[in-house]
């Protein structure tokens, strides 16, 4: 139910911004205004968002992001809050891969001209 929340909006969202900054941003969206929906109700039991002090990027239990200038901090309030914040956050890495195999997997050997290869083999 999250999850496929989530992947609305994703999908409606800017393909050339990262997922996880996409993530971050219906993350503040939905924990900044009142729990309407169940979603939202279950987010604001189970994530929390707070001013960061640091500039780590990526997971352990937490996450940290830049939106609108603004250092935030995602954390799971509880052991539950904590896994489905890391699976959204590894739903996201999954995305981009696929992303990027899709844009790979669609090259040619025309697409690269012998200018760029010499200026990659220097």
Request: proline letters at 3%; a positive charge; hydrophobic letters at 40%.
């Amino acid at each position: 139910m999250i999850l496929e929340a989530f992947a609305d909006y994703l999908r409606i969202a800017d393909p050339k911004k990262p997922a996880v900054d996409v993530l971050a941003q219906w993350l503040k969206e939905r924990l900044s205004s009142p729990a309407i929906t169940n979603v939202d109700r279950v987010l604001h039991c189970e994530i929390s968002v707070a001013p960061a002090k640091s500039s780590f990027h990526g997971f352990k239990t937490s996450f940290v992001a830049a939106i609108d200038g603004q250092s935030l901090i995602f954390k799971g309030s509880s052991q539950s809050g904590r896994r489905l914040l890391k699976s959204l956050y590894e739903y996201c890495q999954s995305y981009d891969q696929q992303k990027w195999a899709r844009f790979v997997h669609n090259l040619k050997a025309s697409d690269f001209n012998q200018d760029e290869i010499r200026d990659l083999n220097s």
